[in-house]
């Protein structure tokens, strides 16, 4: 299986019916989405402790939104789903492997960092009054489960990982594609904390599970398969925060 996942890696994919230059616009309109979803949110929401974790769910509905409109076109709207004959993934298994791989990454991260914390984008629930409003729970499980998934799958694995493979080359646009997420992360959901574990949280989690995400994508084919072991991640997340908030 890991053979067949390096040497997927190695080789050179078609390059998607998009230019470089696309790509990058769209990283630039995801960052501006969550600018533009946080700001609403702040001014619909004012009195809300959880406005920003509003704001990060209308952020990924725009970039779903911004994604799919820009690849409207029948060929780029193809290739942002699957590579050329790849098979649909099945869905059930890649939910299991993707859990499993979750919760073997908060391990290593609790033996990192010594702290046993939700995800950066649910700290806002960890650190906000108890008990937890049943609508904050609600909209953080729309958002880990289903939105954030598909809207990063698609920009990262969908749009850049192709992108960047193409021009960099296989390995490098592999890391550079989980580079970006991790960045992205880092900027957008900082997590609030200090020094190494704020780093560890905000930057090294999500860049080893941008390795993952792209590993799927580049191993089935398929984006919607990278969505699934991201929407598992989600599971797990919520989970999680249950599980420490009680």
Same mark, same amino acid.
């Given at each position: 299986?890991?053979?067949?996942?390096?040497?997927?890696? &190695? /080789?050179?994919?078609?390059?998607?019916?998009?230019?470089?230059?696309?790509?990058? &616009? &769209?990283?630039?309109?995801?960052?501006?989405?969550?600018?533009?979803?946080?700001?609403?949110?702040?001014?619909?929401?004012?009195?809300?402790?959880?406005?920003?974790? @509003? %704001?990060? +769910?209308?952020?990924?509905?725009?970039? @779903?939104?911004?994604?799919?409109?820009? #690849?409207?076109?029948?060929?780029?709207?193809?290739?942002?789903?699957?590579? #050329?004959?790849?098979?649909?993934?099945?869905?059930?298994?890649?939910?299991? !492997?993707?859990?499993?791989?979750?919760? +073997?990454?908060?391990? @290593?991260? #609790?033996?990192? &960092? !010594?702290?046993?914390?939700?995800?950066?984008?649910?700290?806002?629930? $960890?650190?906000?009054? #108890?008990?937890?409003?049943? /609508?904050?729970?609600? @909209?953080? !499980?729309?958002?880990?489960?289903?939105?954030?998934?598909?809207?990063?799958?698609?920009?990262?694995?969908?749009?850049?990982?192709?992108?960047?493979? %193409?021009?960099?080359?296989?390995?490098?646009?592999?890391?550079?594609?989980?580079?970006?997420?991790?960045?992205?992360?880092?900027?957008?959901?900082?997590?609030?904390?200090?020094?190494?574990?704020?780093?560890?949280?905000?930057?090294?989690?999500?860049?080893?599970?941008?390795?993952?995400?792209?590993?799927?994508?580049? $191993?089935?084919?398929? +984006?919607?398969?990278?969505?699934?072991?991201?929407?598992?991640?989600?599971?797990?997340?919520?989970?999680?925060?249950? +599980?420490?908030?009680?």
């Amino acid at each position: 299986m890991f053979q067949r996942l390096f040497s997927r890696i &190695t /080789a050179v994919d078609p390059a998607p019916p998009w230019t470089l230059t696309n790509a990058l &616009t &769209t990283l630039v309109a995801a960052f501006a989405a969550v600018i533009l979803g946080s700001t609403l949110a702040a001014v619909l929401f004012i009195d809300s402790f959880y406005n920003l974790l @509003i %704001g990060w +769910t209308l952020a990924a509905l725009l970039m @779903i939104g911004f994604v799919l409109f820009t #690849r409207r076109e029948p060929a780029s709207l193809s290739a942002l789903w699957r590579s #050329r004959g790849a098979a649909e993934p099945n869905a059930f298994f890649l939910l299991l !492997i993707g859990i499993g791989l979750a919760v +073997t990454l908060d391990i @290593i991260t #609790r033996g990192v &960092t !010594i702290s046993f914390l939700p995800e950066a984008e649910l700290m806002v629930l $960890y650190f906000g009054p #108890r008990p937890t409003p049943p /609508a904050a729970l609600i @909209i953080a !499980i729309l958002y880990m489960a289903l939105f954030q998934p598909f809207a990063e799958a698609m920009l990262f694995q969908g749009v850049l990982l192709p992108s960047l493979r %193409g021009w960099l080359g296989p390995w490098p646009g592999f890391l550079a594609t989980a580079a970006l997420y991790g960045l992205f992360h880092l900027l957008m959901y900082p997590a609030p904390l200090q020094g190494f574990p704020g780093i560890w949280y905000s930057l090294v989690v999500p860049f080893i599970a941008a390795l993952i995400y792209n590993s799927v994508r580049v $191993y089935t084919g398929s +984006t919607r398969a990278a969505a699934l072991a991201h929407i598992a991640f989600g599971l797990f997340a919520i989970l999680k925060l249950l +599980t420490i908030v009680g």
